[in-house]
């Protein structure tokens, strides 16, 4: 046993150095770029033609502000975007709700395109799926939070809007000594997290395989398989993203698919699920300290999200011969 134990310790060690440097060269060039545009004017340009929108999800004007800034970075940039205004509970439930399908585009798209997963149509799906709920959660947060409905008429004539503050142009806005500062300690702290997460991850996951913990999860946990349509080799990176997000649950099919590749009907499946709702605990915590809904952001979202992915297994959704064909991390 001691000698099972060793092994699966020193073959987890590897693996997680291995996929924390496979995710590490993924993502470190979006984070650069979307780094290097948050010290421009892009955000608030956009914002400033966007912000008559808001009224769909019965926001104010400058919640665009947020909603464009987690569109290209990660949540705890939407919390600290929300900041300088004084929105209401129901309002930065909104916001959350929103964002919450609709975050890091640029680096998850790119993450989720190195599994197999179509990006294009996926990023097309979260950003219906926040859109829809946006509007839905406008409703409900009008009725319980005392918000406002939303609103699908144009804005009044001489109503003031949204003022984004801007000159325009695209230059930077911050010198070059404090961007590099940042992009520094940004890719030490990414380097950092990945490593804390997916070596102890990559370990667990060694011996769950060598003690078999797998089958007996899979029993326990069928009925999920069955509603969401997906095999028991799914269930490992469903718990991973649904509890620590999207990027973690990516690493742990990545080492699946060195074992066993998954199926395409896996992989969407559990791209529906986890795009609709993953890292619950940390965005709950972060988005309710915020000021929003904890019902809402942790309750109402794995609801839609267990909804919308029993809907989608009903579709003949990835299984052209019902073949196997995950895509190898390690063939790129």
Known sequence: MKTKIISAVKNGLINGLRTALLLFRIVLPVFVIVALIGHTDVYLMIAGKLEPAMRIFGLPGEAVV????????????????????????????????????FHSIPVETVVSKKIGIPPLKIALFRFMMAVITGIVVSYLASVFLGGAPPSFLPQPAGEAGFDPGISGGFGFNTELSVMLTELGLGTLNMA????????????????????????????????????????????IPLLVGLLLGITYGVGAIMELNRKKPL?????????????????????????????????????????????????MARL??????NEKRGKLANRQ
Request: hydrophobic share 55%.
């Open 66 to 101: 947020p909603l464009i800034v987690g569109a290209f970075s990660d949540e705890y940039a939407v919390a600290a975007a929300m900041k300088p205004f004084a929105f209401s509970q129901a309002q930065i439930t909104v916001i959350a709700m929103f964002t919450l399908y």
């Open 263 to 311: 199926s395409a009907r896996d992989l969407w499946m559990l791209g529906v699920f986890l795009f609709s709702c993953h890292g619950i605990i940390e965005t709950t915590y972060l988005f309710t300290v915020s000021g929003a809904s904890a019902i809402f952001v942790s309750g109402v979202r794995l609801l839609i999200a267990i909804g919308v992915t029993a809907l």
């Open 192 to 235: 950092f997290t990945l490593l804390r997460v997916l070596i102890p991850l990559m370990i667990v996951i060694e011996l769950m395989f060598t003690y078999n913990v797998v089958g007996a999860l899979a029993k326990k946990l069928s009925p999920v398989c069955r509603l969401f349509g997906i095999s028991k080799d799914a269930l």
């Open 316 to 321: 003949p959704i990835g299984n052209e011969g």
